[in-house]
């Protein structure tokens, strides 16, 4: 019995590290990063859509040619951030075990769409706020 759990520990330690454990490891962590901006922004996607028709409205009505463009601006950045969105989620696959090289770096680049995604979203929401009280 001693002889397996010492024989356990030496493969636990081992495995520590082992590189392809440790790249496993930042994959998942990366990934994990990925998802908890995408959970950030995706609960946010209702106040878009909300905002969409309701500047989509404003602009029906509004007679300043001035603050129309202005509108459409501002409606343009909420459907581009909503299509983006979709995009970028059909679009995504998670990294298949046993993982290549290929896969943090694919981790890394959906990283970097995600987050620049989130300041879309975000400014746009912001942008259609501001939008909805001055109006």
């Known amino acids: 019995m001693r ?3 010492l024989c356990c520990q030496l493969i636990f330690i081992f495995s520590c590290n082992n590189p ?6 930042n994959i998942k962590e ?6 908890n901006i995408h959970d950030d922004v995706m ?6 859509v909300f905002l969409t028709y309701a ?4 602009m029906k009505v509004e007679k300043n ?15 581009k951030s909503d299509k983006d969105m979709m ?3 059909r679009g995504y696959e998670t990294p298949k075990e046993p993982y290549d090289s290929n896969a943090i770096n694919y981790i890394n680049n959906q990283k970097g769409k995600v987050s620049k995604l989130r300041v879309l979203i975000l400014k746009s929401i912001s942008d259609g706020k501001i939008a909805l009280k001055i109006h």
């Open 3 to 5: 002889y397996f759990v």
């Open 20 to 25: 392809a454990v440790k790249e496993n490891l």
């Open 30 to 35: 990366a990934e994990k990063e990925v998802m």
């Open 43 to 48: 609960p946010r996607m209702g106040e878009v």
């Open 55 to 58: 500047i989509d409205s404003m």
């Open 65 to 79: 040619t001035t603050k129309r463009y202005e509108l459409s601006i501002i409606h343009e950045a909420l459907v």
């Open 87 to 89: 995009h970028w989620m």
